[in-house]
């Protein structure tokens, strides 16, 4: 480094080589990783699919044959639902729905809604949720059993009135002082199905759109 | 350096200067991810190695550093080094990256590392600055075990559990269910477990500092820095 040059312009070079060096490592360690890292997350979103999806089931590539909807009429939450579609030659088996919650007791809980063609719950699960541990979180699948309710059940089974805690006068359980939680679930679900029940065809039928895989 | 230069780097950053403990450095992290053994542990060890290499670029890079550019130089040397960290850990073990989220870029944040560059690593050679970097982290990822051990027991009577997520499947039998049956204690596992649990670590290591030395605790060093 040249001694005869303004302290300020030293200093700014060195600061300059420093943050170059420090953005050449990041970019070289990041193409290392890149590829792992999205084989990692496809790896964790094709488990949380096959937990509800039977692998036997289908046969497409379910991360592949997505859209994405925007319904605000449907789903109030800014966050436009992922539609994963499962096919078995060809023929549509059943939609795996990623929607959220807006109405939870602490923000956003999101969840994941497999439905089968003809309309009923492969199953659902939580993908995830700040409610209060102990109280509210109870709807993940590793904390209770409760989740695993929505099973087989449809849009006639329960019936309409049936869509709801058993505090509001439905069918499903709500927990030891927390409703709120549970409660946010069975209206996203079922709001779930009704937007499946009315729009089915083009669910389907939409070609499957390139998306990011943001989570 | 002399045989006993450096054993007083690894006594100070493991006890007497213990970032946790005593100089009291990084406890947004300490406090936030101790709810359980593993994750203690894996921040523990994240920390440890962004020490050792802030430590060891910076002081390599010590004799080019004028004073007046050293601070931002620091914080681009370590936003560097734990943005690769990061990285690898989001490409191998993606459900601990999970798990801790938000806490692993934080790592930033956390005094001790800056405290260490500017304290010991702009002012010595490599090796030591190495040295210092691990028996700090050590110090650091052995209360944030602890703390992970005391809350993670009495909040839900097990050790180790989630091991898988940092190990590998293999590890999963590794949990130690210490109390069957245990109830769940949700104030230990929620933040102010936290605090609680910090405190009683603090005072165990004052007790005994001060039984070893046989005097009275206010004249410990360290003591009143609390």
């Keep these: 480094m040249n001694k005869g040059w303004h302290p300020v312009i030293r200093s700014s070079l060195l600061l300059g080589i420093i943050a170059l060096l420090g953005t050449a490592l990041l970019a070289g360690v990041n193409d290392l990783t890149h590829d792992r890292i999205v084989a990692q997350e496809k790896r964790r979103m094709l488990q949380q699919l096959n937990e509800i999806l039977p692998v036997a089931s289908y046969n497409n590539d379910l991360l592949a044959d997505v859209i994405k909807i925007e319904d605000p009429g449907f789903f109030r939450h800014p966050t436009a639902v992922t539609v994963y579609r499962a096919r078995l030659d060809e023929r549509p088996v059943s939609v795996m729905m990623m929607v959220t919650a807006a109405d939870g007791y602490n923000g956003d809980i999101r969840l994941l809604v497999g439905i089968n063609a003809a309309g009923t719950i492969l199953g659902v699960r939580v993908v995830s949720h700040r409610e209060t541990p102990g109280l509210g979180d109870p709807i993940e699948a590793e904390k209770s059993d409760w989740i695993f309710g929505f099973a087989q059940k449809s849009l006639h089974d329960p019936e309409e009135k049936g869509w709801a805690v058993k505090r509001d006068g439905g069918g499903f359980d709500q927990f030891t002082g927390a409703t709120i939680s549970p409660r946010a679930v069975v209206r996203a679900v079922h709001t779930t199905l009704v937007y499946f029940q009315a729009n089915k065809q083009a669910l389907f039928d939409t070609p499957a759109a390139m998306i990011d895989q943001d989570d | ?226």
Aim: aromatic share 6%; charged share 10%; hydrophobic share 50%.
């Design chain 2, 1 to 226: 350096m002399t045989g006993n230069g450096l054993k007083k780097i690894l006594t100070d950053g493991t006890w007497q200067q213990n970032t946790g403990l005593v100089v009291l450095l990084g406890l947004c992290p300490l406090l936030a991810v101790t709810n359980t053994v593993i994750n203690g542990l894996a921040l523990g060890l994240a920390t440890m190695l962004t020490l050792m290499l802030s430590n060891l670029s910076i002081s390599i890079l010590r004799g080019l550093l004028r004073p007046e550019i050293r601070i931002p130089a620091f914080v681009l040397i370590i936003a560097s080094v734990v943005t690769v960290i990061e990285l690898l850990m989001h490409a191998f073990f993606y459900d601990l990256y999970r798990t801790l989220g938000i806490f692993i870029p934080l790592i930033v944040t956390n005094c001790a590392i800056i405290g260490r560059a500017e304290a010991f690593a702009s002012r010595n050679s490599p090796l030591p600055s190495v040295l210092d970097g691990f028996a700090t982290g050590l110090g650091f990822c052995i209360t944030l075990v602890l703390l992970g051990a005391v809350r993670e027991l009495t909040g839900r009577g097990t050790l180790l559990s989630g091991a898988d997520m940092l190990l590998g499947e293999w590890a999963g039998k590794l949990t130690l269910t210490i109390i069957p049956e245990h109830p769940g204690f949700l104030l230990a596992i929620l933040p102010p477990g936290a605090f609680f649990g910090l405190a009683l670590l603090i005072a165990a290591r004052n007790s005994w500092q001060a039984r070893a030395s046989h005097k009275p605790l206010e004249q410990i060093q360290g003591a009143h820095e609390i």
